[in-house]
């Protein structure tokens, strides 16, 4: 397995297209917009080969016949899913962001499940293999920019990534996807459906590998809130940051060894419903790592002003951690109540994992509220530590910032709440793995409503209980 310096300058060996603010960047990693998300990658790299996080970073894989980084593995047992929750707590702690490796976990196991007993599972099969023996960071490709939302992809295909051409050695593919986390950091491309489709629509049902150096792929860096900050003593959280980036995909060829399906609606439906279950869970572990960052620094602030000890200040604070382990809980719920399916992979509970990622599209917003209480008018409107630094104005302004350290917690709770870390934070809580209304339609379609009816009728006496016909 790569170490954290391996993959960093893996990706300097990458033929990479990446524009930022206009400008084509040729070496990207050390671009002040882009570095601090190559370090919450290899962050990844760097816990599976610490001996007290090894196990948890590290999954046995039979492909290969040895261990592999988690996020390249799959997830054969039930105690898998539990771990991968418990790894993302422990990096969204470790990092205070996003850590961009969780769409292509799900995905492949997502895959794995949707190619079962297909034409593609063989290919699919040698291709993750090459990827754990290469210990490669995935992009996983699946939003598509969507359009008019009351068409059909069919009626407006330009908005979705699609097959334009068929040959005997492989499809080439046109269009783009959007909101990819980390995707300027990854190695591969795992290009899937964004959404299930009908007849008609099996030009959009693809699933492929492509490298993020072929031949018509571009990549373009998303904006930021603050991301200028990015590398300066502003920037808040002074080591990690999120990025997304807009993928354009223009006549790329894929050859068939890298072409897992192609029209099959079947296997659309099944990916998307398989990544959504493990997605949404995920959030039950990142977003509460993260949000252990946040409380903390909450808590520094009232330690630094002295007022931890009061008790309107000790209640927000609980009803900080209180909040973050209801979505822990929930996402621990989902993975320890799991199903095993015929391909040999465990998903998770889809119900419990859905209700895990509506409670994120809304308590971390509760949070953020309670930490910008805490943290007081100066969050907004502190002078910059350059200011603070100046051999002039830095005297004079000692009384106004109190404290360097203050300084500092206060530009980490910044980039939590609005500035360059809430985005792959707080608008990722609400539209990362499915807004709300997508997790409302699931858990309508899913919980049994008739069970529930029937045990009041009979509570009622209404029925007879066949359930407890012993009990007079």
Same mark, same amino acid.
């Given at each position: 397995?790569?170490?954290?310096?391996?993959?960093?300058?893996?990706?300097?060996?990458?033929?990479?297209?990446?524009?930022?603010?206009?400008?084509?960047?040729?070496?990207?990693?050390?671009?002040?917009?882009?570095?601090?998300?190559?370090?919450?990658?290899?962050?990844?790299?760097?816990?599976?080969?610490?001996?007290?996080?090894?196990?948890?970073?590290?999954?046995?894989?039979?492909?290969?016949?040895?261990?592999?980084?988690?996020?390249?593995?799959?997830?054969?047992?039930?105690?898998?899913?539990?771990?991968?929750?418990?790894?993302?707590?422990?990096?969204?702690?470790?990092?205070?962001?996003?850590?961009?490796?969780?769409?292509?976990?799900?995905?492949?196991?997502?895959?794995?499940?949707?190619?079962?007993?297909?034409?593609?599972?063989?290919?699919?099969?040698?291709?993750?293999?090459?990827?754990?023996?290469?210990?490669?960071?995935?992009?996983?490709?699946?939003?598509?920019?969507?359009?008019?939302?009351?068409?059909?992809?069919?009626?407006?295909?330009?908005?979705?990534?699609?097959?334009?051409?068929?040959?005997?050695?492989?499809?080439?593919?046109?269009?783009?996807?959007?909101?990819?986390?980390?995707?300027?950091?990854?190695?591969?491309?795992?290009?899937?459906? =964004?959404? $299930?489709?009908?007849? &008609?629509? %099996?030009?959009?049902?693809?699933?492929?590998? +492509?490298? *993020?150096?072929? !031949?018509? @792929?571009?990549?373009?860096?998303?904006?930021?809130?603050?991301?200028?900050?990015?590398?300066?003593?502003?920037? =808040?959280? $002074?080591?990690?940051? &999120?990025? %997304?980036?807009?993928?354009?995909?223009?006549? +790329?060829? *894929?050859?068939? !060894?890298? @072409?897992?399906?192609?029209?099959?609606?079947?296997?659309?439906?099944?990916?998307?419903?398989?990544?959504?279950?493990?997605?949404?869970?995920?959030? &039950?572990?990142?977003?509460?790592?993260?949000?252990?960052?946040?409380?903390?620094?909450? !808590?520094? @602030?009232?330690?630094?002003?002295?007022?931890?000890?009061?008790?309107?200040?000790?209640?927000?604070?609980?009803?900080?951690?209180?909040?973050?382990?209801?979505?822990?809980?929930?996402?621990?719920?989902?993975?320890?109540?799991?199903?095993?399916?015929?391909?040999?992979?465990?998903?998770?509970?889809?119900?419990?994992?859905?209700?895990?990622?509506?409670?994120?599209?809304?308590?971390?917003?509760?949070?953020?509220?309670?930490?910008?209480?805490?943290?007081?008018?100066?969050?907004?409107?502190?002078?910059?530590?350059?200011?603070?630094?100046?051999?002039?104005?830095?005297?004079?302004?000692?009384?106004?910032?109190?404290?360097?350290?203050?300084?500092?917690?206060?530009?980490?709770?910044?980039?939590?709440?609005?500035?360059?870390?809430?985005?792959?934070?707080?608008?990722?809580?609400?539209?990362?793995?499915?807004?709300?209304?997508?997790?409302?339609?699931?858990?309508?379609?899913?919980?049994?409503?008739?069970?529930?009816?029937?045990?009041?009728?009979?509570?009622?006496?209404?029925?007879?209980?066949?359930?407890?016909?012993?009990?007079?």
């Amino acid at each position: 397995m790569k170490t954290a310096a391996e993959y960093i300058q893996s990706l300097r060996e990458r033929t990479l297209r990446l524009w930022i603010d206009g400008e084509r960047v040729d070496d990207p990693v050390d671009h002040p917009k882009i570095r601090p998300a190559v370090n919450a990658i290899a962050a990844t790299y760097a816990l599976a080969h610490k001996d007290e996080t090894r196990e948890l970073a590290t999954v046995h894989s039979d492909l290969i016949g040895a261990r592999v980084n988690r996020f390249c593995g799959l997830f054969r047992e039930p105690v898998d899913l539990v771990k991968k929750l418990e790894f993302q707590r422990v990096l969204g702690r470790l990092t205070g962001t996003c850590f961009q490796r969780c769409v292509g976990l799900d995905g492949i196991n997502a895959l794995f499940i949707a190619t079962w007993q297909k034409p593609g599972h063989d290919r699919f099969v040698r291709w993750l293999t090459e990827v754990q023996r290469e210990d490669l960071t995935l992009n996983g490709c699946m939003t598509d920019p969507k359009g008019d939302r009351s068409k059909r992809p069919v009626e407006q295909p330009e908005h979705y990534l699609r097959v334009v051409e068929r040959r005997d050695d492989g499809i080439v593919i046109k269009g783009a996807k959007l909101h990819q986390t980390g995707a300027a950091n990854a190695h591969r491309i795992l290009v899937m459906p =964004g959404q $299930a489709l009908r007849e &008609g629509e %099996e030009d959009f049902a693809v699933a492929c590998a +492509v490298d *993020v150096g072929a !031949d018509g @792929v571009s990549m373009v860096l998303g904006r930021q809130p603050s991301d200028g900050r990015r590398g300066g003593p502003d920037a =808040g959280n $002074a080591r990690f940051g &999120g990025q %997304e980036c807009v993928v354009l995909f223009d006549d +790329v060829f *894929v050859p068939n !060894d890298h @072409v897992f399906f192609d029209g099959d609606l079947e296997a659309a439906a099944t990916l998307v419903d398989a990544f959504a279950g493990f997605h949404r869970s995920s959030y &039950g572990g990142c977003k509460p790592g993260n949000l252990d960052v946040l409380t903390g620094a909450a !808590d520094l @602030v009232t330690r630094i002003h002295n007022v931890r000890r009061a008790p309107h200040i000790r209640d927000k604070l609980v009803e900080m951690a209180h909040l973050t382990e209801t979505i822990y809980g929930l996402g621990r719920g989902a993975c320890s109540k799991c199903t095993r399916h015929d391909a040999g992979i465990w998903q998770v509970d889809r119900v419990l994992a859905n209700v895990t990622k509506h409670h994120v599209t809304k308590l971390p917003y509760e949070i953020v509220r309670l930490a910008e209480d805490l943290a007081g008018g100066s969050l907004s409107t502190l002078p910059s530590i350059a200011d603070l630094d100046h051999p002039e104005l830095g005297e004079q302004l000692r009384t106004v910032a109190y404290s360097r350290e203050r300084a500092q917690a206060l530009r980490l709770i910044e980039s939590l709440t609005y500035g360059a870390g809430s985005v792959p934070f707080r608008i990722e809580c609400m539209h990362g793995a499915g807004s709300p209304q997508a997790q409302r339609i699931v858990l309508e379609r899913n919980i049994d409503w008739d069970s529930k009816v029937s045990r009041a009728r009979v509570l009622a006496g209404l029925d007879a209980d066949t359930e407890l016909p012993e009990v007079p």
